[in-house]
T-cell receptor
């Protein structure tokens, strides 16, 4: 099976600074890597995703990079805002929507 | 309009009881899932259904039985509830089962006392 590790488990940044969350995966067959944001009391919501044939993807303040050789991918949030505070999960999909989630990163943006 | 809705949102019950959680999606998706989130926020897949057929059944006790009457619904029935079943259960759906976005419901917090 797939094993996804995520670091750090908690992250505090000042408003306006950047935040970076890193994940590694074990199964080289994984080809889809979504990132989810979970706010308190809500279900996870997709914020960005990347497929194995792409090395980087950006959507406004959010970007994801993927290094297939090293089997790691990262989430970058620039110009952080208080509303970015949430738990973020990376995931890897190796056989078709059997997402293996990382252990989550609790991000706090300090105003 | 709620895309993936699950009921109830909160469920408190005694050990040994049987309970059900219902899930419905109005997105026209073919694939639905149940995930369990434990107290440490770890999300783990339990079941996956594609067009009403079971395609993934992780190592879940057979006290848990999913039922999909049609592709818009995936209900979860739990027999003989145990303290360790306490968690938040999320239903989700996706267009298909090949690397597409999963939409999650708001979760059902199950507490077994």
């Amino acid at each position: 099976g797939e094993n996804v590790e995520q670091h750090p488990s908690t992250l505090s940044v000042q408003e306006g600074d950047s935040a970076v969350i890193k994940c590694t995966y074990s199964d080289s067959a994984s080809n889809y890597f979504p990132w989810y944001k979970q706010e308190l009391g809500k279900g996870p919501q997709l914020i960005i995703d990347i497929r194995s044939n792409v090395g980087e993807k950006k959507d406004q303040r959010i970007a994801v990079t993927l290094n297939k050789t090293a089997k790691h991918f990262s989430l970058h949030i620039t110009e952080t805002q208080p509303e970015d505070s949430a738990v973020y999960f990376c995931a890897a999909d190796n056989t078709g929507n059997q997402f293996y989630f990382g252990t989550g990163t609790s991000l706090t943006v300090i105003p | 309009d709620t895309a993936v809705s699950q009921t109830p949102k909160y469920l408190v019950t005694q050990m040994g009881n049987d309970k059900s959680i219902k899930c419905e999606q109005n997105l026209g998706h073919d694939t639905m899932y149940w995930y369990k989130q434990d107290s440490k926020k770890f999300l783990k897949i339990m079941f996956s259904y594609n067009n009403k057929e079971l395609i993934i059944n992780e190592t879940v006790p057979n006290r848990f039985s999913p039922k999909s009457p049609d592709k818009a619904h995936l209900n979860l029935h739990i027999n003989s509830l145990e303290l360790g079943d306490s968690a938040v259960y999320f239903c989700a759906s996706s267009q298909d089962n090949w690397g597409t976005e999963a939409f999650f419901g708001q979760g059902t917090r199950l507490t077994v006392v």
